[in-house]
């Protein structure tokens, strides 16, 4: 049975950093490119990093470019999203994403095969 479980989410004010973890299990994470996700109260779900099934090409969409950083560890099957100098408008249920390795591209929600239930991040202050 494959699952994704997201944990680290949680109230942390602008300018603060949290670190999100997803556990991935029930499929061979090593062959799968790892993704995250966020969806905003109101808004479509959008992409916001990934990183390749090696770890050898990570992507970041330009919103949360030079403040995440997706790091990515085959041996324990997990993959973890570092957020600093967080803003509100980084607000959002985050998910974790799998994709299987042959395909082209992690950062279409579309493309992804399977996804984790979320973890909410509120910046506030």
């Known amino acids: 049975q494959v699952q994704l479980v997201e944990s680290g989410g949680g109230l942390v004010q602008p300018g603060g950093s949290l670190r999100l973890s997803c556990a991935a299990s029930?499929?061979?994470?090593?062959?799968?490119?790892m993704g995250w996700f966020r969806r905003a109260p109101g808004k479509e779900r959008e992409f916001v990093s990934a990183?390749?099934?090696?770890?050898?090409?990570?992507y970041y969409a330009d919103s949360v470019k030079g403040r995440f950083t997706i790091y990515r560890d085959n041996a324990k099957n997990t993959v973890a999203l570092q957020m600093n100098s967080l803003k509100p408008e980084d607000t959002a249920v985050y998910y974790c994403?799998?994709?299987?390795?042959?395909?082209?591209?992690?950062?279409?929600?579309?493309?992804?095969?399977?996804w984790g239930k979320g973890t909410l991040v509120t910046v506030s202050s």
């Open positions: 994403a799998a994709q299987r390795g042959y395909k082209p591209d992690p950062t279409a929600p579309a493309g992804m095969d399977y």
């Open positions: 029930g499929f061979t994470f090593s062959s799968y490119a």
């Open positions: 990183v390749t099934w090696g770890g050898g090409t990570k």
